[in-house]
């Protein structure tokens, strides 16, 4: 068990396997969900700022100071954020530019959520598929169980603070990954100190749809597109996202 340092430490959000994780056994604890009420995390152990490992512990999870997702509305934080981080400074030609960059093609106007898709692909096995592949890309990784209804929700339970640089509330971003379960089929596969990442079933599949979701992605994590590969503008990275069964989250 991670016992969190909050408090007097009566907290213990996940359980952390003892060795690197296997595809099969995430796959396997996937499965099962739906009877233990555990949802199975890959947990990176990767540090993104200086490339070094550090274990997981007490004093990455604080669950005790993360509010409720059930009290946030995915639509509203999602437009609050993207008024906040489009906000051009005049004085300021460079940062201007960049903001403009975001913007375009519709303007600092918030054009509201991008449309559900249907699909026939199965998110469930997607996710397992996503997986396999990232184990094989991140051998060290271990296995973390939190009790909890969805992955959306095991962001909060387990007091991940991937995003704390931007909220130091958890449950905002799980209640927009939530909302991304129903409209993409989205499943929380793996975590990071700073970095998520999610399967999708049913990703954007033209300019218009893409364009709408890296809206909602640059209002999620905006470094994805300011520090991203260049360059740094929403078209670019809309592009980027067309078609992909995986979102990558990374916040500085």
């Not at 003892?18 to 499965?31: C, K």
């Not at 339970?157 to 909220?167: E, H, S």
């Amino acid at each position: 068990m991670v016992t969190s340092d909050e408090g007097d430490g009566d907290v213990q959000p996940l359980w952390l396997s003892d060795e690197p994780a296997t595809a099969e056994l995430w796959t396997r604890m996937h499965a099962e969900h739906g009877r233990s009420g555990l949802w199975p995390l890959l947990l990176d152990s990767l540090d993104p700022n200086d490339g070094g490992f550090r274990p997981w512990g007490s004093g990455e999870v604080f669950p005790k100071q993360m509010s409720s997702s059930a009290s946030h509305d995915s639509a509203s934080l999602l437009a609050r954020w993207w008024a906040t981080y489009t906000a051009v400074d005049e004085d300021d030609m460079l940062d201007a530019d960049r903001r403009l960059a975001v913007t375009a093609p519709f303007g600092q106007t918030w054009r509201g959520l991008a449309p559900s898709r249907a699909t026939t692909t199965n998110p469930d096995q997607l996710a397992s598929e996503f997986a396999q592949a990232f184990l094989a890309d991140h051998p060290q990784v271990r296995l973390g169980l939190v009790a909890a209804a969805s992955g959306a929700e095991a962001l909060t339970a387990a007091g991940w603070t991937g995003a704390c640089n931007y909220d130091n509330d958890t449950a905002k971003f799980s209640a927009v990954v939530r909302d991304w379960e129903h409209r993409f089929g989205a499943r929380v596969v793996a975590v990071g100190f700073s970095t998520l990442h999610l399967s999708i079933a049913s990703p954007p599949v033209d300019e218009r749809e893409a364009l709408l979701v890296a809206a909602e992605h640059f209002a999620f994590c905006p470094d994805n597109i300011w520090q991203g590969s260049r360059p740094y503008t929403r078209a670019a990275y809309a592009e980027r996202i067309t078609g992909a069964h995986h979102w990558g989250f990374w916040w500085d």
